[in-house]
């Protein structure tokens, strides 16, 4: 018994490191692309690190993208930058 729970607590931790892992990069990623953004808006830098930060936070609003996807392109037109 004892192997089979060491198994699981290891396909645990690796989930939790997987987890975490996928966290991260999708993080960086609506950091860069918030940056990105940005550029394209004409946001100097400050500015930029403050909305790459708003977008970073748009993710946490629902699961999935679209919430990230749908801030990026409603800034983009609102600035006639689209």
Do not use: C
Not at 34 to 39: I, K, P, Q, V, Y
Not at 52 to 58: D, G, K, L, R
């Amino acid at each position: 018994m004892s192997g089979f729970n060491d198994r699981e607590k290891g396909q645990e931790a690796k989930f939790a490191r997987d987890s975490e892992l996928r966290f991260k990069a999708e993080a960086r990623r609506n950091k860069l692309l918030g940056l990105w953004a940005a550029e394209h808006m004409g946001l100097s830098d400050e500015h930029a690190k403050e909305y790459a930060a708003e977008v970073v936070a748009a993710d946490f609003e629902e699961a999935g993208d679209e919430d990230v996807f749908r801030k990026i392109s409603g800034d983009l037109k609102a600035k006639g930058a689209s």
